[in-house]
């Protein structure tokens, strides 16, 4: 058995139709070896994840933390660059027992959520998760170009919202096949 704890915001959070957050539903689908704990929360920024990690001390063995975080901080850039990048190393600070699993912000669909959020900003706040994963030797999952290399990437980004932002059951799949992958790679 496999225990992987989720952090982010409401792209690990959204349940889609499902009776339990849909990345965790579409992993179990791929891998009923694991067990999930998702921590995610709707709205979450990086500086909100860091204090729920102050606040709620982590007690279980996880063997995988995936951490998908930006999005919202990339809205209107409310977390300024620089500053999700400090927030970010402080999060990782809080999971050095941990082997860390990156995810970078997706695209978004910019007819829906501009000037909310645009790719550009995406794609920097991304650059940002994947330097870090670099530098520390993280897993990383470049969840923008992911989807970005997919001809119908914009269908992805449909789901009950149809927001441009939050994605339905195929980009989950997506995403939890990236994730099982990680995730087997121990």
């Not at 102050?54 to 977390?79: E, F, H, P």
């Not at 669909?109 to 501009?114: G, H, I, L, N, P």
Request: contains cysteine; charged residues 20%.
């Amino acid at each position: 058995m496999l225990r992987i704890l989720l952090l982010g915001d409401s792209l690990l959070a959204r349940y889609e139709g499902a009776k339990q957050p849909m990345i965790n539903y579409q992993l179990g689908v791929l891998n009923p070896d694991v067990i999930i704990d998702n921590w995610a929360l709707a709205g979450q920024t990086s500086a909100d994840v860091l204090n729920q990690l102050k606040q709620t001390s982590i007690r279980k063995k996880y063997d995988k933390v995936c951490l998908l975080i930006g999005t919202n901080d990339a809205r209107y850039q409310t977390i300024k660059p620089v500053n999700f990048a400090e927030n970010l190393l402080a999060i990782t600070t809080y999971l050095t027992d941990f082997s860390v699993i990156l995810i970078t912000p997706p695209p978004v669909d910019e007819s829906k959520q501009r000037p909310k959020r645009t790719n550009a900003n995406l794609r920097q706040y991304g650059k940002i998760v994947s330097e870090l994963a670099d530098k520390h030797q993280y897993q990383l999952i470049d969840l923008y170009h992911l989807f970005h290399r997919q001809t119908n990437w914009l269908e992805l980004l449909k789901g009950q919202l149809d927001d441009g932002l939050h994605f339905g059951e195929t980009g989950y799949k997506l995403l939890a096949t990236a994730i099982n992958t990680q995730i087997q790679l121990r």
